[in-house]
């Protein structure tokens, strides 16, 4: 009998696969090696692959459906009710957190951390009234778009209705520029994004 060593990141996670139930004859330490992602890099990034096909394919098909209007209007709407969604779960995890430019961009970064891995911050300016951070490394969104051959028909960065959405949810009377320094066709990209006081 073969002794296999399951992947860390199985037993880390473990509780959201206690209830699975294979028949006799399988084998789910062996499925579980082949299959779990072996490392936490894998697995953010597969996660984040398939969040980025869902986007991606669901604007295709909409545009299919509705028009290639339909696909900037949708993407918007998306990634502002995600900006907002994003901003109410923050704020109701820490409520003590005070409105204003400095707890939106940390909102951002939150959402950096537990949803966009490719992405790297650089904090240029951070202040009660104005915010300055570029936003590297890669536009998933970019790079599913491309494959699918509808990324001419987005406004770049798609993450601007987000952000958005994050200053409004908050009641923040702000500014947002947000300027593409670079967006590579290998989806590498550099944004700049201020905040300031109006």
């Excluded at 399951?6 to 084998?27: C, G, N, Q, V, W």
């Excluded at 491309?146 to 409004?168: A, H, M």
Aim: a negative charge; one cysteine or more; glycine letters at 6%.
């Amino acid at each position: 009998m073969k002794n296999i060593q399951l992947p860390e990141t199985f037993t880390a996670l473990s509780d959201f696969r206690k209830h699975d139930i294979y028949l006799p004859e399988m084998d789910p330490d062996q499925i579980i090696s082949d299959f779990f992602p072996g490392t936490f890099t894998e697995l953010v990034q597969r996660l984040s692959e398939i969040t980025a096909a869902f986007y991606g394919g669901l604007l295709k098909q909409s545009g299919k459906l509705f028009g290639s209007e339909a696909i900037e209007q949708l993407s918007a709407a998306f990634m502002y009710d995600l900006g907002t969604k994003m901003t109410l779960r923050t704020l109701g995890i820490k409520p003590d957190l005070p409105f204003g430019i400095p707890t939106a961009v940390k909102i951002i970064i939150a959402a950096v951390f537990t949803s966009s891995p490719e992405y790297n911050f650089e904090f240029k300016e951070l202040n009660d009234h104005k915010a300055e951070v570029l936003i590297k490394g890669t536009d998933r969104y970019h790079r599913i778009t491309q494959n699918l051959e509808i990324s001419e028909l987005l406004q770049w960065p798609v993450i601007r209705p987000f952000i958005q959405g994050v200053c409004d949810t908050m009641g923040l009377d702000v500014l947002l520029n947000i300027q593409v320094i670079k967006l590579d066709p290998d989806s590498s990209c550099i944004y700049r994004v201020v905040i300031t006081e109006k």
